[in-house]
């Protein structure tokens, strides 16, 4: 568990403001990935990462943007948060088995 | 795209008996087929996972079997403890090994195991 870290593990925000969440990984994984999880829909992947600098978007990227300037981290990007992003955000990441592993979860709340 | 769809949404079970879990997918190309658990607060965690070339798999008192045909898939806990209570999610992947595993998640099945 202590190969993935996220930071922040809460943040609360006001509508509009921009929002970055950090992911970090120690495990020299290749692939990274954000997902938001809310009730009634489980996990839903918002962009991944397949190397430095290398990424694309997943099945809920409007209003989301991400970056990757090294192997460990992985930023997620709310430009201006909205009310709908109210979430918690799991990044997760995976070598070349495929088999993903999570980070502990941020937990955002957009007033 | 991929959709997967996950039932019970709750499942409450006596200690001692056997939990099932059911998800379909609807993509024929999807290959890989984990189960996570998370418990209240916690993140994810991977239990057992399934290749489509494998049509069950075992693990201790878990097990996960797979029916490419009818494109479902089961996850079976048997002599189910109270530890067991927690979320379990079904994901569905199409990726080749050594590419991005992009999952798609079932909506979660609350299992109960009361004393």
């Known amino acids: 568990d202590a190969g993935i870290t996220q930071s922040p593990r809460h943040k609360v925000t006001e509508t509009g403001t921009p929002v970055t969440l950090r992911c970090h990984q120690t495990?020299?994984?290749?692939?990274m990935y954000w997902y938001r999880q809310d009730p009634g829909h489980g996990l839903r992947l918002i962009h991944y990462s397949y190397g430095v600098k290398d990424t694309d978007k997943g099945e809920v990227s409007d209003g989301y943007s991400v970056s990757r300037s090294k192997t460990e981290d992985f930023l997620l990007t709310l430009e201006s948060a909205t009310s709908s992003q109210t979430s918690v955000y799991f990044c997760?990441?995976?070598?070349?088995?495929?088999?993903?592993?999570f980070g502990p979860g941020t937990r955002l709340t957009v007033l | 795209g991929e959709n997967v769809e996950q039932h019970p949404s709750t499942l409450s079970v006596q200690e001692g008996d056997s939990a099932v879990i059911k998800c379909t997918y609807s993509d024929s190309a999807s290959n890989y087929f984990p189960w996570y658990k998370q418990e209240l607060g916690k993140r994810p965690q991977l239990i057992i996972d399934?290749?489509?070339?494998?049509g069950e798999k075992k693990d201790q008192r878990i097990a996960v079997t797979l029916n490419k045909t009818a494109k479902h898939f089961s996850l079976h806990i048997t002599e189910t403890q109270p530890e067991d209570s927690a979320v379990y999610f079904c994901a569905a992947s199409s990726s080749l090994t050594g590419t991005a595993s992009k999952l798609t998640f079932g909506t979660g099945t609350r299992l109960q195991v009361t004393l």
């Open positions: 997760a990441t995976s070598g070349e088995g495929g088999e993903q592993f």
């Open positions: 495990e020299n994984h290749r692939y």
């Open positions: 399934i290749r489509s070339n494998v």
